[in-house]
């Protein structure tokens, strides 16, 4: 099955730098999601995206749908700690009967 | 509202054995899912529903099938465990609303898990 390109898969950090990841698709989509999933838990939903250039925030989360329609940037400002896990990009395009593409993930680890 | 739950949260199956997992939502989504989570292989649809009383097959069916009965409930059998099938299984939910002009929004939400293995 199709697969979005995530990148990157992986980072590692410092407590307070800023984090930025992103996703690309060979499809375009009419939305994007950002998850975040922690160990042992199920995703949880960050950030909707539904216009191509449309940028939303979630406290010190930001993610931006690009103009093209095929990518999407989620960006993290002064980490902490607790923002160390697992994130997902999924896509979701017309005539998929409200099925989601899911990115393979980007693992943050934050070091203090 | 609890969300999303999924029973149980844990189990071992030998191989051959059949269960059922269980899906229950509270949201009162017309959609409902389930995933697989294997590592380096992200989240794979196994089989989804629109709307109670109908189903469709995902990325992976094989193996699997489902049934939802009432809205708020999907279940994911497997009649016959097999060793390839252990693995992290999710439940999530969603909706899509549309607003404005041709604008649709659509959201979709996890449950907690249930890490099954086959020996």
Redesign the interface.
């Known amino acids: 099955?199709q697969?979005l390109n995530q990148s990157p898969q992986s980072m590692f950090i410092q407590e307070g730098e800023d984090v930025s990841m992103n996703c690309t698709s060979s499809s375009i989509f009419?939305?994007w999601?950002w998850?975040k999933q922690d160990p042992?838990?199920?995703?949880?939903?960050l950030i909707?995206l539904?216009?191509a250039g449309e940028l939303t925030s979630n406290g010190r989360l930001t993610a931006q749908f690009g103009i093209t329609r095929k990518d999407s940037f989620l960006n993290i400002s002064a980490s902490i700690p607790s923002d160390v896990g697992i994130y997902?990009c999924?896509g979701?395009s017309t005539g998929t009967?409200?099925?989601?593409t899911?990115?393979?993930?980007t693992r943050l680890q934050v070091t203090l | 509202n609890a969300g999303v739950t999924q029973t149980p949260k844990f189990r071992v199956l030998k191989t051959g054995q059949s269960m059922t997992l269980l899906c229950a939502q509270d949201m009162n989504h017309e959609y409902m899912y389930w995933y697989r989570q294997d590592p380096g292989m992200g989240l794979r649809l196994i089989h989804y529903s629109v709307g109670e009383g109908t189903t469709a097959k995902g990325e992976v069916p094989d193996g699997y099938n489902v049934s939802r009965l009432k809205k708020q409930n999907f279940l994911l059998g497997l009649e016959s465990a097999a060793p390839s099938q252990t693995s992290v299984y999710f439940c999530a939910s969603g909706f899509t609303l549309r607003t404005s002009g041709r604008t649709s929004s659509y959201e979709q939400y996890f449950g907690p898990g249930t890490r099954l293995t086959v020996t």
Not at chain 1, 40 to 45: A, F, K, Y
Not at chain 1, 97 to 100: F, G, P
Not at chain 1, 102 to 105: A, H, K, L, Q, R
Request: charged residues 10%.
């Open positions: 099955g697969q009419n939305t999601l998850y042992g838990e199920g995703p949880v939903l909707a539904y216009k997902f999924a979701q009967a409200s099925k989601l899911f990115g393979t993930g």
